[in-house]
């Protein structure tokens, strides 16, 4: 196969250490740079990026991709080239990043637009949903549900000041052993890829990285539109206010179940009545060793974006 020069990739950004490692999908190169007082590959990293075609991640849309968008849009960074500049830079941005998303507890916060990506990014993160509070999940989390052979943590603190020529292999070790763990979660998402690459050649929707209920909402929304010759915008308007719902009034009269746990849960649905579409009710049903939280936000299946994988 040709070399796409697609990598798999993590950062990892300390106070006074950054450093970036990637995996070619097809070559299965291995390249690792450090940006340090003691070895400073800023110009050979920048060199790479030019050359790659896509970046392969986890939670890299909304972190990795970000950090590494202000290296190469930062031209001081090009110029100077200066280690304590570039390390200092590229820390607070992550911890900027970092700030907003404890705030947004559901990982949506837009670092970059679409428009101004200039390296295309495929996100494992966003295409499992795990940016859904009810399903996020981390990467040690997945390691673990894959029996993946290593599950390492970071060996060094991040806010640490004086990190020395000799603790950056064990940086460089936990970085590679994250970009090998995405690189077999990426194998196992592939029959999703291909289903996502192939909507969009059929359909011309950005939907590398949607999550399954997302493709099916606005896949929804683009046919009727372009059957009823119809603007998705005008559309997405259009909606009828009601002081309440009876959940029985919208609950299809032919819905069963052969389990006495969820016919229970049925009879409990069809008695409710929602007054307010934000915390309305919470409902919870164990079946079979899972528990289902239902409630006006969705369902929630505990441990279920875990077992998938096995």
């Known amino acids: 196969m040709d070399n796409r020069n697609v990598?798999?990739?993590?950062?990892?950004?300390?106070?006074?250490?950054?450093?970036?490692?990637?995996?070619?999908?097809?070559?299965?190169?291995?390249?690792?740079?450090?940006?340090?007082?003691?070895?400073?590959?800023?110009?050979?990293?920048?060199?790479?990026?030019?050359?790659?075609?896509?970046?392969?991640?986890?939670?890299?849309?909304?972190?990795?991709?970000?950090?590494?968008?202000?290296?190469?849009?930062?031209?001081?960074?090009?110029?100077?080239?200066?280690?304590?500049?570039?390390?200092?830079?590229?820390?607070?941005?992550?911890?900027?990043?970092?700030?907003?998303?404890?705030?947004?507890?559901f990982h949506n916060v837009v670092a970059v637009k679409h428009s101004e990506v200039l390296i295309p990014q495929l996100d494992l993160f966003k295409l499992w949903h795990y940016n859904n509070k009810a399903r996020s999940t981390s990467l040690k989390s997945?390691?673990?549900?894959?029996?993946?052979?290593?599950?390492?943590?970071?060996?060094?603190?991040?806010?640490?000041t004086n990190i020395t020529a000799e603790e950056i292999a064990g940086i460089l070790a936990y970085n590679l052993n994250d970009v090998m763990a995405t690189y077999e979660f990426y194998k196992k998402s592939l029959p999703k890829i291909e289903l996502r690459k192939s909507l969009m050649n059929t359909y011309n929707i950005p939907c590398l990285n949607w999550s399954d209920s997302k493709i099916g909402e606005q896949l929804i929304l683009k046919l009727y539109c372009d059957k009823t010759d119809t603007d998705t915008h005008e559309v997405k308007k259009l909606r009828s206010d009601r002081l309440k719902i009876a959940l029985n009034d919208v609950i299809l009269p032919y819905i069963t179940f052969n389990s006495v746990e969820f016919n229970t849960l049925l009879h409990t649905f069809k008695q409710t009545t929602i007054n307010n579409t934000k915390g309305a009710f919470a409902e919870s049903v164990v079946y079979k060793g899972f528990k289902y939280d239902y409630g006006t936000g969705g369902i929630k299946c505990v441990s279920s974006s875990l077992v998938i994988l096995r």
């Open 7 to 105: 990598w798999v990739y993590d950062i990892e950004t300390l106070a006074s250490c950054f450093t970036y490692t990637a995996y070619n999908i097809d070559t299965h190169e291995t390249v690792q740079y450090v940006i340090h007082k003691d070895r400073n590959d800023c110009k050979e990293l920048l060199k790479h990026l030019k050359i790659c075609k896509g970046h392969i991640g986890f939670n890299n849309v909304n972190f990795d991709y970000p950090v590494i968008h202000k290296l190469i849009t930062t031209r001081s960074y090009r110029v100077k080239n200066n280690p304590y500049e570039i390390v200092d830079g590229l820390y607070l941005k992550a911890q900027q990043i970092i700030q907003e998303q404890i705030q947004d507890k």
């Open 142 to 160: 997945l390691e673990i549900s894959m029996n993946y052979p290593n599950v390492m943590e970071m060996p060094i603190e991040h806010t640490r």
